[in-house]
C-alpha cells in the first residue's frame, strides 16, 4: 500500500508539472516536448530527484504514447493513399538510408570500433522518431499539409525498414548466423505484407464492424484493436508502431472521424508521458563525456536528415517552403534509436560507451529537432527564401510520379 501511494503521489505531480510545462510552452511559442524531456532529467535517475516508483508505469505510458501517435497519423490517411505515397517515396527512402545510416556506421569506424557497432550505430543514426515527428506536425498545424504526407512516407518506409533490421540486427548481435537471421527476416516480411493486405483490403469492414454512434463502445473498440495489433507486431519482431500506423489507415469515414474526436485526449496524455520517460531513464552523469561527439554525429546527420525530407519534397512537386519544412520535420530520432542501442549493450557485443552516445545523440535531436521544425514559420526565414528565389532561374518542378 506504501508504495503504491508514492506511485500516486509521484505520477500527480509528474502529471500536474506537465501541465504547467505545457501551459507555459504555449505561451512562449515553443513545441512542449523539449520541456517534457528536461523535466524527465530533473526527476530520473542522476537528476534532482528519483521518482523511482513511477519508473515502470511510465515505461508502460510511453510505449502506449507511441502507439496512439501513430494510429491518430494513420486515421488521417486512406490506404490508397499510403500505397501511392509509398511507391513515390521509395527513392527518397533509399536517399534516406544511404545519407543517415553511412554517417553513424562511419563515425563507429573512427571512433575505432568494430563494424558490428558500425552497423549498430548506422541503425542508430538512420531512423527517425516517428513519435517525436508526430507530436511536433499535431502540435504546428501541419498534419493538413502538402508536404506532410511526403514526411509520413519516409517514416512509414523507416519503420518498415526496421522491421527488417531490427530482426537482422538482433540476430547478429546474438551470434546465430545466417540460418537464423533469415528466417526472423522472413517472419517480419510475412507478417508487414499480411497486416498491409488487411489494412488495404479488408477496412472497410473492419469500419462497417464499429459504431460511429456509440462513443464508449467505438473508444473501447479502436483503442483495443490498435492495442491488439500493434502486440501482435511486436512480438513478431516488427515495429508495434507499424501495426498502430495501419490500424488507422484501416479505419475510414464516420468511424475514423469519430475515433480521431475520442483519441485526441489520450493521445496527448500518453505523449508527454512518452517524452518524460525517455527523461526519467537518461542518467545526466553519462552525458558530458560523450557530449562532443555526439554533438559533432548529430549535427552531421541532422543536415543529412534535411536535405532527405528537402529533396523528396521535392521530388513530390512540393514548393521550397514546404520542403524546408518537410526537411527539417525529420530530424529528432527517438524511439527506435534507443530500442537500437539497448539491443545492442544488452547483448555485450559493443563497446559500453555506445549507449551514452546513443542517448546523448537521441536527446541533441529531439531538443533540437522541435524547435528548427518551426524555422520555416519565422518571417526571417521567410524573406530568406524569397531572396533565394529572386536570385536564380526559374526551377523546373519535376512531376510527381
Known sequence: MHDFTTLLIEVGALLFLLGLLGRLSRRIGLSPIPLYLLAGLAVGHGGILDMHASEEFFA??????????????????????????????????????????????????????????AVVLAGITWVSSSGVIAKVLADLGRVGNRETPVVLSVLVIEDLAMALYLPLVTALLAGVGLFGGGIA?????????????????????????????????????????????????????????????????????????????????????????????????????????????????????????TITGYLAARRAGIAEPGRWRAGLALVPRGEFSIVIAGLAVASGEVPPGLAALATAYVLITVVTGPMLARLPDFAWFKQWLRRRAAARPVEPVPAPD
Open 60 to 117: 508502460v505510458g510511453a510505449e502506449i504514447g507511441v502507439i496512439l501517435l501513430l494510429v491518430m497519423l494513420g486515421l488521417e490517411y486512406s490506404a490508397n493513399e499510403l500505397v501511392g505515397n509509398l511507391r513515390s517515396a521509395a527513392p527518397a527512402g533509399l536517399i534516406d538510408a544511404v545519407l543517415n545510416a553511412l554517417p553513424g556506421a562511419a563515425f563507429a569506424l573512427l571512433l575505432g570500433w568494430d563494424w558490428i557497432a
Open 185 to 305: 527476416l522472413a517472419v517480419a516480411v510475412g507478417t508487414v505484407l499480411l497486416v498491409l493486405v488487411v489494412a488495404i483490403r479488408y477496412g472497410h469492414l473492419i469500419s462497417t464492424a464499429m459504431s460511429a454512434k456509440d462513443p464508449e463502445a467505438l473508444l473501447l473498440g479502436v483503442l483495443g484493436m490498435t492495442l491488439l495489433v500493434a502486440g501482435i507486431a511486436a512480438k513478431l519482431q516488427v515495429s508495434a508502431a507499424v501495426g498502430a500506423f495501419l490500424v488507422g489507415i484501416a479505419l475510414s469515414g464516420p468511424v475514423a472521424h469519430h475515433a480521431t474526436e475520442l483519441l485526441t485526449p489520450l493521445r496527448d496524455l500518453f505523449a508527454a508521458v512518452f517524452f518524460v520517460f525517455f527523461g526519467l531513464v537518461t542518467d545526466p552523469r553519462d552525458i558530458p563525456p560523450v557530449l562532443l561527439p555526439a554533438l559533432a554525429l548529430a549535427v552531421v546527420t541532422m543536415g543529412t536528415k
